[in-house]
């Protein structure tokens, strides 16, 4: 085997785990979230599956002739790739709500046969390009660089670049066919035509479209979520925006001041007690726009500046959601931590905290200082008002509830008497401000729209001796309790 090709060969089987490594949760997410264990499975999982081909792939390289196998392998590890994406969504549902132990399976499943298959390649390689035991180190070394190598573009290539462009179906299809027709090319270059060629094309030809026709739960396949817009059969002008599978924001296409969810309830009462006329509000993240087009409609004037990290969502939000009809609205597209950063000091009256993968607020969203910088570009007297979701024993809410009062001397707590008791989970607004909040108001109007009992003052107690979270230490996904998503 000529040098370049062999370096070509182990570039490719490389970057193809690396590239399915990146996918895969993107793939599980619609089933078992969008979480720290998600990605850490996907790294282990992948690593693990490295290191088994690695070995057996030795054992068969001093075994059989690599001539023999190299460009089968590499043909049968892009139809495993191939068929990913329609394994996770026939037995995606039965890992819901299964916890760390069903997202390291779910992801097994979806990772393992393929990278195993494909990291039997560059051993396989390295024995055919050993001539002398004087050329050993050389030759291991050169080939392991560039397996590093074709990792490295695989990683890089697909989370700044591929991933922007492409849906994922059509990542893995691009991958797994340039993995089927190298890996034929490579066997008739290798060994010349044989019975075993048919039937790896066959493979390829049947998971292939497999893929292709395979109907997931995304309407959209967001660089983020996997999305879809749902209307309300109950409501004729309602629509449901479900982000991996969960119902992240409602909007009444005709009466924006309509609001579905008890949370913007919440945030809308807080925005109610805002001084008469027009208001500046910064929202961080977009979902379907709901309180924008809420805030246009009840305060006419108000300007909206949105921080959104995803690309698709203001497109789909538009598209379906009405979000052209919202006045004074702008959106920027970026991470709301780090754009946060560019906005003026004392810009505005109210800032909003409804950003969200899966159930989780991003970690570093949640920290000691991305509330600094929130209090920062508050006016005095402007108010942070954060929605969180937690079930008992609500470690997560008491943590970030402890955390405004690190940096707010007035915070309180908008969620049913039973969930502050930590008997059940939910939607938890809170709410902080260097000025008095008006408890009583918004008391009264909780309990107007049906509420009693749902705003409550006291927050050190509720907080008790949770941690601060600081960006030294923010382990958010740890602190929520592990729930299930819902079923479609």
């Known amino acids: 085997m000529h040098p370049r090709l062999a370096a070509g060969v182990v570039l490719l089987a490389s970057a193809a785990v690396l590239v399915l490594e990146v996918l895969v949760s993107r793939l599980v997410a619609p089933y078992v979230g969008l979480t720290l264990e998600t990605y850490t499975a996907a790294i282990g999982v992948a690593l693990a599956a490295i290191a088994a081909g690695a070995a057996l792939g030795g054992r068969l390289a001093d075994a059989v002739d690599p001539r023999r196998w190299l460009g089968l392998a590499t043909a049968v590890g892009g139809a495993l790739v191939l068929t990913a994406r329609p394994l996770v969504f026939a037995v995606g549902d039965a ?51 560039v397996g590093t190598l074709g990792a490295l573009a695989g990683t890089f290539l697909t989370g700044f670049v ?48 497999w893929l292709v026709l395979a109907d997931g739960p995304c309407e959209y396949e967001t660089r983020y979520y996997c999305a879809s817009v749902e209307s309300d059969p109950e409501r004729e002008s309602g629509r449901v925006l479900l982000l991996d599978g969960l119902r992240h924001s409602y909007v009444d296409l ?13 945030i809308a009462d807080v925005i109610a007690e805002q001084p008469a006329g027009p208001l500046d509000v910064l929202h961080l993240g977009l979902g379907g726009g709901t309180m924008p087009r809420h805030l246009a409609a009840v ?26 009809d919202v006045p004074d609205l702008e959106v920027r597209v970026g991470d709301a931590r780090t754009s946060i950063a560019d906005l003026p000091t004392d810009a505005y009256d109210v800032v909003v ?5 899966s159930l989780a607020v991003p970690w570093h969203l949640t920290t000691r200082e991305l509330v600094a910088e929130v209090r ?6 402007g108010t942070y008002a954060l929605n969180v979701i937690d079930f008992p024993p609500l470690s997560f809410a008491k ?9 707010f001397p007035h915070v309180a707590v908008m969620a049913p008497p039973e969930t502050v008791a930590a008997e059940t989970g939910g939607n938890l607004v809170l709410v902080a401000s260097d000025q008095p909040l008006a408890v009583d108001a ?18 050190a107690d509720f907080a008790g001796n949770a941690q601060v979270l600081t960006d030294d230490h923010a382990p958010v996904d740890q602190l929520l309790t592990p729930y299930a998503p819902p079923r479609r």
Not at 255 to 266: A, C, N, S, V
Not at 353 to 357: P, R, S
Not at 442 to 459: K, M, N, Q, W
Request: net charge neutral; hydrophobic share 45%; glycine share 12%.
């Open 95 to 145: 890992f819901r709500g299964l916890g760390p132990v069903g997202t390291v399976v779910l992801v097994l499943l979806a990772v393992a046969p393929a990278a195993l298959v494909l990291s039997l390649v560059p051993p396989g390689v390295v024995k055919l390009q050993l001539r002398t035991l004087a050329e050993t180190g050389v030759t291991v070394g050169r080939l392991s660089a």
């Open 162 to 209: 591929l991933l922007s462009a492409l849906p994922t179906s059509r990542l893995l299809l691009v991958t797994g066919g340039v993995l089927v027709l190298a890996g034929l090319g490579l066997h008739l270059a290798l060994r010349g035509m044989s019975s075993a060629v048919p039937a790896v094309v066959g493979l390829a030809a049947l998971t292939g479209s």
């Open 254 to 266: 005709d009466d924006p001041t309509h609001l579905e969810f008890r949370y913007t309830q919440r």
């Open 299 to 324: 305060r006419p004037g108000s300007r909206s500046t949105v921080l959104e990290v995803d690309p698709q969502v203001p497109d789909i939000d538009r598209a379906r959601l009405g979000l052209d």
């Open 353 to 357: 905290g409804d950003a969200f993968g």
């Open 376 to 381: 920062r570009v508050l006016r005095p007297g």
């Open 399 to 407: 943590a970030e509830t402890a955390t405004l009062l690190d940096q």
């Open 442 to 459: 918004l008391a009264t109007g909780a309990e107007t729209r049906g509420e009693p009992g749902s705003v409550h003052s006291d927050a």
